[in-house]
């Protein structure tokens, strides 16, 4: 199966600061890569979708970038909402994997 | 908009079966797209169980082993998810989505609240 690896594992960070968070898949995925937002006791919500587009009604501080194997997200500035763990996935393969997370926190 | 509702018990015993049940409102199991289901155990990250097109047609993750079947209702418009021989590994909160292709590129774009299973004697 394909591993998914995202950096860091968590991170502190201040309401404005730019954030990126970085997905690692061992073997290319051309551009299957989807990143989730989950707040805690919620569901995963889908903000990117094929690596770099914006699911609709996303707000655009949120972007997506890469193809292969390496991605990124990143917030552009972060707002309080946007304290949350998120999550990479790839599926590309038949079944699907996601990255462990990274949980972004309040500084 | 489209609406998922997991169902199902909350305890279940250890070496038995889980059974749950998505409810879909406001769109139909035959739209087009695949169903899946994914898990998160407390405190740990997101595994993707499997998803199922409304034909019957499945796709399971290898790490179950086989003690995963998912099956449709077309009747009820709702998919189910039975999952065999538990432990205290499948404790988790159960969550049901819809599995769409947007541009080209599947994912996951509604989903459903989580229900939360305990596997306990």
């Known amino acids: 199966d394909i591993q998914m690896t995202q950096s860091p594992s968590s991170l502190s960070a201040s309401v404005g600061d730019r954030v990126t968070i970085t997905c690692r898949a061992s073997q290319s995925i051309r551009n299957y890569l989807n990143w989730y937002q989950q707040k805690l006791g919620k569901a995963p919500k889908l903000l990117i979708y094929?690596?770099?587009t914006v699911q609709s009604g996303v707000p655009s501080r949120f972007s997506g970038s890469g193809s292969g194997t390496d991605f990124t997200l990143t917030i552009s500035s972060l707002q309080p909402e946007d304290f949350a763990t998120y999550y990479c996935q790839q599926s590309y393969g038949v079944w699907w994997t996601f990255g462990q997370g990274t949980k972004v926190e309040i500084k | 908009q489209l609406q998922l509702q997991e169902s199902g018990p909350g305890l279940v015993r250890p070496s038995g079966t889980l059974s749950l049940t998505c409810a879909i409102s406001n769109s139909s199991i035959g739209s087009g797209n695949w169903w899946s289901w994914v898990r998160q155990p407390p405190g740990k990250g997101l595994e993707w169980i499997g998803d199922?097109?409304?034909?019957?047609?499945?796709n399971y993750n290898p790490s179950l082993n086989g003690r995963v079947v998912l099956s449709v209702d077309k009747s009820k418009n709702q998919f189910s998810l039975n999952l065999t021989s538990l432990t205290a590994a499948d404790t988790a909160v159960y969550f049901c989505?819809?599995?769409?292709?947007?541009?080209?590129?599947?994912?996951?774009?509604?989903w459903g609240q989580g229900t939360m299973v305990t596997v306990s004697s």
């Open positions: 094929a690596a770099s």
């Open positions: 989505a819809r599995r769409r292709v947007q541009r080209k590129i599947p994912c996951m774009d509604v």
């Open positions: 199922i097109f409304h034909t019957g047609s499945t």
